[in-house]
């Protein structure tokens, strides 16, 4: 019998996040939009604390995980590294796939990683709730737990669509004490504006970041929290490959190719960027690191590399990624949590020097690749997961073909239980690349 699971004891956990900024180079600072000047800490003080704001200028290559985070993300991680070895049996491959399971968490994916970090900053710097959206519910989830964890109160703006297709991701936002609205809402002035104009408006994650941000600078002691895309997010997330690279010591392996979905590009940088450092250290100069997107919504592989804004209505500051341009309206697509015109600076910063590759997939090609999954190594993988595994799959086939012992590692960000809607479209024949 060969090791399927290599599994690390909370003792071994990292202590520190790898922050890329002090290894990649000089990294483009946002632009205030008003001044077209970079971006002051005071730009950002009226929606993040102070240490979250530290964190996304910092240049530390090491920052210290405090006893507190550890103290909770210890009650799911280290998460499991599992090796697929009846995947790679039905694949009939001679390469070795592995995967990092995030999908251990109590939400169900990667993001309680940075969820946890962020509600403790806020907790300690007087802060007494949280304001965010959710476009999926997944990081609404992550958030009204973490927020519960240290006492805080959170308000949701949730895209309406979502909100009435994903009626239990809702539910498990009240589980968890947050309060949520349906996006476009009555609780902003810009959200009645909306509605004011378009009684049935869907809402969209531009409508929900601007209600969320109108939320948080005309509320007292209540600041705003990020999913992805920003640098302190990417840094939080790193301990899913730290983690890992304790994991493949354990089996013996190093991988030649590492493999993440990207939206944001969270956790993608979260299993990539610790072996980037390899990479750029001159230690894994061949490492190949792959991001892959939908196709109807690929920044990487279509957008161009400007300063653009983060969000729809144009209130953020301007950062410099690639982008298929604020105004883009990606189809409706079932992985939700990859619908975002943009990309992280640190990860577009990293595909520009070309440390990094990207690939992009139909939704009609992903479905397939997460039913073979399922149906080989168990796991009901979350849509945006299984942009991912296809590419693990294509990679591990082309293996076949040369007859190449390639090692793959990617990363399973999330489980798929509050997506089988789409998963009952699939197998009804229904679904289109179009949604
Ligand atoms: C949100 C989400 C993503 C996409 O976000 P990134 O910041 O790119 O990681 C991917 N997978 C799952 C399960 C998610 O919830």
């Not at 970041?209 to 990417?234: C, P, Q, R």
Request: glycine share 8%; net charge negative; charged share 20%.
């Amino acid at each position: 019998m060969v090791d399927r699971q290599f599994l690390l004891s909370p003792k071994q956990m990292p202590r520190k996040w790898y922050n890329i900024a002090a290894d990649i180079g000089p990294t483009p600072p946002p632009l205030n939009p008003a001044t077209q000047q970079p971006c002051g800490p005071q730009d950002l003080a009226a929606i993040f604390p102070d240490p979250i704001i530290m964190q996304e200028v910092s240049t530390d290559k090491w920052i210290d995980i405090p006893e507190e985070v550890l103290d909770i993300l210890a009650m799911w991680r280290p998460t499991p590294l599992y090796r697929a070895t009846r995947l790679e049996a039905a694949l009939g491959t001679p390469a070795k796939i592995y995967y990092k399971y995030e999908g251990t968490s109590p939400a169900g994916s990667h993001k309680p990683n940075t969820a946890i970090a962020q509600a403790y900053y806020n907790k300690i710097s007087g802060v007494k709730r949280l304001a965010t959206e959710t476009g999926a519910g997944q990081w609404g989830c992550a958030l009204s737990l973490a927020t519960q964890m240290f006492g805080l109160e959170c308000t949701v703006y949730m895209v309406k669509v979502s909100y009435q297709q994903k009626p239990y991701r809702k539910s498990l936002i009240n589980a968890w004490g947050a309060n949520i609205f349906a996006s476009p809402s009555e609780n902003t002035s810009y959200g009645r504006k909306v509605l004011a104009e378009d009684p049935d408006c869907p809402g969209s994650l531009g409508i929900a970041i601007s209600e969320a941000i109108e939320d948080t600078v005309t509320s007292k002691d209540t600041k705003y929290a990020l999913g992805s895309v920003s640098n302190h997010v990417l840094l939080h997330q790193t301990i899913i490959g730290q983690e890992a690279k304790l994991q493949m010591e354990m089996a013996g392996a190093y991988p030649d190719v590492v493999i993440g979905c990207v939206g944001g590009g969270s956790n993608f940088a979260g299993i990539a960027f610790p072996y980037l450092e390899d990479k750029m250290s001159g230690k894994s100069p061949n490492l190949r690191a792959v991001a892959v997107e939908p196709k109807s919504c690929a920044s990487l592989s279509t957008g161009e590399y400007r300063y653009d804004f983060g969000d729809t209505a144009q209130m953020t500051p301007l950062f410099m990624m690639y982008t298929l341009g604020c105004e883009f309206v990606p189809p409706s697509i079932h992985a939700g949590g990859l619908r975002y015109h943009g990309m992280a600076p640190l990860v577009s910063l990293a595909f520009h020097k070309k440390l990094i590759e990207a690939m992009s997939y139909p939704q009609t090609a992903i479905f397939p690749a997460a039913v073979l999954f399922a149906r080989t190594e168990g796991i009901v993988p979350a849509p945006e997961s299984s942009h991912a595994i296809k590419c693990a799959i294509d990679e591990a086939l082309a293996a076949k073909e040369t007859g190449e012992p390639k090692t793959i590692l990617f990363n399973l960000s999330g489980h798929g239980h509050f997506d089988m809607g789409a998963y009952d479209m699939y197998f009804s024949g229904k679904m289109t690349d179009a949604g």
